[in-house]
């Protein structure tokens, strides 16, 4: 089993930056990727980026791209999303994934943490 953890949620005005944190605990090297996810109200829950573990490579929905980093400190067992360029969009519940193989399901979600882009 892998828990895991945000931080780093709050409230922002527009063009502002964040930087959430995930961290993993428990079977954390059996990890191929992570990602952020996120679900606005009223709406589904979607990707937002993906980091493989090991080699680093890293994805990005169009929505965010040269807008967000994901990175991850692999001493830390934690995954990051700077957040730059805010817009009010870009409000929702973060949420931090993991899975252990190249697959499409992720098998471990954190609880979430919430981002508000005030205009």
């Known amino acids: 089993q892998v828990q895991l953890v945000e931080s780093g949620g709050g409230l922002v005005q527009t063009g502002g930056s964040l930087r959430l944190s995930c961290a993993a605990s428990g079977r954390t090297f059996s990890l191929y990727a992570m990602a952020w996810f996120r679900q606005a109200p009223g709406k589904v829950r979607e990707f937002v980026a993906i980091i493989t573990w090991s080699a680093g490579n890293t994805d990005y929905a169009d929505s965010v791209k040269g807008r967000f980093t994901i990175s991850r400190d692999y001493a830390r067992n934690s995954v990051y999303l700077q957040m730059n360029s805010l817009i009010p969009e870009d409000t929702a519940v973060y949420f931090c994934?993991?899975?252990?193989?190249?697959?499409?399901?992720?098998?471990?979600w954190g609880q979430g943490t919430q981002v508000t882009v005030s205009s």
């Open positions: 994934a993991a899975r252990e193989g190249d697959y499409a399901e992720y098998d471990y």
